[in-house]
């Protein structure tokens, strides 16, 4: 596995290769929802590129970009027993300069959800992801379903940027309880862990309810806020494929998602139904 830092050397070697390209963005603190992008992406692609960077842009202040878990002894080594090709360990200065061009996530799609309560977020998100695919040109990138909301954006920029890469969606892996598996998941204490099963709980009942004939979003989300109860609750939504609101569950159509604050942190998943 070759190791590379530096954006622009990247770029060059990956210009001499005439092969697909299937490329992982990540933070790092690989876990098996990592894992099972990587594995996909080593399905379809003549090479795997994975990157690790813990993008301070999209860190809000106050946020947790000192403390976010680092693993890169333990990553790398991850990486090479899953036969990724190249590992992409850039450093902040090698994407970011002073005066930055940026790019602005929609206004409206970009600000709801966890861009409301997180103004600003997905600006940092798009912005490097769109650098990370113009360093690595893949054929292929892939993205898990657990972000919903940050899929969505990604999708719609690389749309609406004419961008040539497609994108791929990566079901969300869970734990045999069926927490949703997260970096952010080794915040929890033994007993905020248990109370966070709340959240995976709440969208089985969502989907249940659905197969017995519930239809209205008010009647499943109002169930779902009291199994999610005492937590501190940022959204319980149903919404289409495009993200706007829907009175209705159209069936095929419609993802549930949910964001909650277990002790300090924040946890979200999502269901489509
Ligand atoms: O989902 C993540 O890990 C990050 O938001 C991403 C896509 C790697 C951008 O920093």
């Known amino acids: 596995m070759k190791i590379i830092s530096n954006p622009l050397e990247l770029k060059k070697y990956l210009q001499t290769l005439?092969?697909?390209?299937?490329?992982?963005?990540?933070?790092?603190?690989?876990?098996?929802?990592?894992?099972?992008?990587?594995?996909?992406?080593?399905?379809?692609?003549?090479?795997v590129v994975v990157s690790i960077f813990v993008n301070?842009?999209?860190?809000?202040?106050?946020?947790?970009?000192?403390?976010y878990p680092r693993k890169d002894d333990a990553d790398t080594k991850v990486c090479e027993l899953s036969g990724v090709d190249i590992l992409f360990f850039p450093h902040a200065k090698d994407i970011y300069t002073e005066d930055e061009v940026s790019i602005l996530c929609p206004k409206v799609r970009g600000f709801v959800l966890e861009g409301f309560s997180r103004p600003g977020h997905f600006n940092g998100v798009l912005t490097v992801v769109n650098k990370l695919l113009n360093i690595v040109s893949p054929t292929n990138a892939y993205f898990g379903k657990k972000d919903a909301q940050q899929l969505h954006l990604i999708k719609l920029m690389v749309e609406q940027l004419f961008m040539r890469v497609n994108i791929?969606?990566?079901?969300?892996m869970r734990e045999n309880d069926g927490l949703a598996m997260s970096s952010r998941n080794?915040?929890?204490?033994?007993?905020?862990?248990?109370?966070?099963?709340?959240?995976?709980?709440?969208?089985?009942?969502?989907?249940?309810?659905?197969?017995?004939?519930?239809l209205s979003t008010c009647g499943i989300t109002k169930i779902m806020r009291e199994i999610l109860s005492p937590l501190e609750i940022f959204y319980v939504v149903i919404l289409d494929r495009k993200f706007h609101t829907l009175k209705k569950v159209e069936i095929g159509?419609?993802?549930?998602?949910?964001?909650?604050?277990?002790?300090?942190t924040r946890l979200l998943d999502?269901?489509?139904?």
Do not use: C
């Open 56 to 67: 301070p842009t999209q860190f809000l202040k106050g946020e947790d970009l000192d403390k």
């Open 168 to 172: 791929i969606e990566v079901e969300t």
């Open 270 to 273: 999502n269901m489509w139904l």
């Open 253 to 264: 159509n419609s993802i549930v998602l949910v964001e909650v604050k277990v002790g300090e």
């Open 18 to 47: 005439n092969v697909t390209i299937g490329f992982v963005p990540t933070m790092g603190a690989l876990h098996e929802g990592h894992l099972s992008l990587i594995k996909e992406a080593k399905r379809n692609n003549a090479i």
């Open 186 to 214: 080794v915040y929890l204490s033994k007993e905020q862990r248990k109370e966070a099963l709340k959240i995976s709980s709440s969208l089985k009942t969502a989907f249940s309810m659905v197969s017995k004939g519930e």
